[in-house]
């Protein structure tokens, strides 16, 4: 069954003390904001997640453009696909996602079916934009937050993951529009500070200690959850659905 639901990891608590997997399910339909943000440090788990992630969503269907800054092994069996963009390429994802944005703003394309963009390492490649062309990176950063901020409505979707996101690389406070927040791992307060600074008391980041894949859900800035991601039954049918989805 295609639902509009997204399962982004099972109950911490319960996995934990009863040792039952009790889904985490966000709406990721049209009315509602699913732009996503992964953070967490180097090894916190994000593009195991995002790999997973990519594949419920693409389950539902629609139009998938992947970025992948670093171009690592989370994602080799993506590489060569249509719609696949490593390191310096990135920017052609952007570029294609973002045109087809305008071509719905400008009423050229009346369709709102779900096109996608998943974004790995983003904040790693707009420091190498910065150290490079600084004009580029600007350009970037905006383009991301107009996406960002007119998406939802024209079916257009960023799913963006990165180790800090700093609000430097999100401009006019498009970091705000994330309704779909993740912070994975041990991470820093100030990374708490930076994305759900009403739930620090209760995430209890003295006495809370998160490991490899498990961490933090926040949704439209007004649910807190904690979650463990866990590993996938069948890791070659959801590699699968996201060779298909880029085809
Ligand atoms: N939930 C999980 N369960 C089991 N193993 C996991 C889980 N998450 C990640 N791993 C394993 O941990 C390692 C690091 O994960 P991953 O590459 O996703 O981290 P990352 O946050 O993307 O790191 P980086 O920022 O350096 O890219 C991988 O080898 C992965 O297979
Ligand atoms: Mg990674």
Redesign the pocket.
């Not at 180097?42 to 997640?49: L, V």
């Given at each position: 069954m295609i639902t509009n639901r997204l399962n982004i990891g099972y109950d911490l608590d319960a996995w934990n003390t009863v040792k039952m997997r009790i889904p985490v399910t966000v709406d990721v339909s049209l009315s509602t904001n699913s732009h996503i943000l992964l953070s967490?440090l180097?090894?916190?788990?994000?593009?195991?997640?995002l790999n997973q992630i990519f594949a419920k969503l693409a389950k539902q269907g629609g139009e998938f453009y992947f970025a992948d800054y670093?171009g690592?092994d989370?994602f080799a069996h993506l590489r060569g696909l249509p719609h696949y963009y490593s390191y310096k390429e990135t920017l052609t994802a952007l570029d294609v996602v973002y045109s087809r944005l305008n071509d719905r703003l400008s009423g050229e394309d009346t369709s709102r079916k779900q096109i996608t963009l998943i974004y790995d390492?983003y904040m790693a490649n707009i420091l190498a934009l910065m150290n490079e062309d600084k004009k580029k990176a600007v350009e970037v950063m905006n383009k991301i937050a107009e996406i960002l901020l007119m998406g939802r409505s024209m079916g257009v979707r960023l799913v963006a993951s990165m180790?800090r996101p700093d609000a430097v690389a999100f401009s006019h406070g498009s970091r705000l529009n994330f309704g779909i927040i993740c912070v994975?791992g041990g991470a820093n307060r100030s990374i708490y500070e930076m994305l759900c600074p009403d739930f620090i008391e209760q995430i209890d980041t003295e006495n809370r200690r998160f490991g490899?894949?498990e961490g933090v859900v926040v949704l439209q800035g007004s649910r807190l959850k904690f979650v463990k991601?866990?590993?996938p039954q069948d890791y070659k049918k959801l590699q699968r659905l996201c060779i298909k989805a880029l085809s």
């Open positions: 967490g180097s090894g916190s788990g994000k593009s195991y997640h670093k690592d989370s390492e180790q994975l490899r894949g991601v866990a590993v």
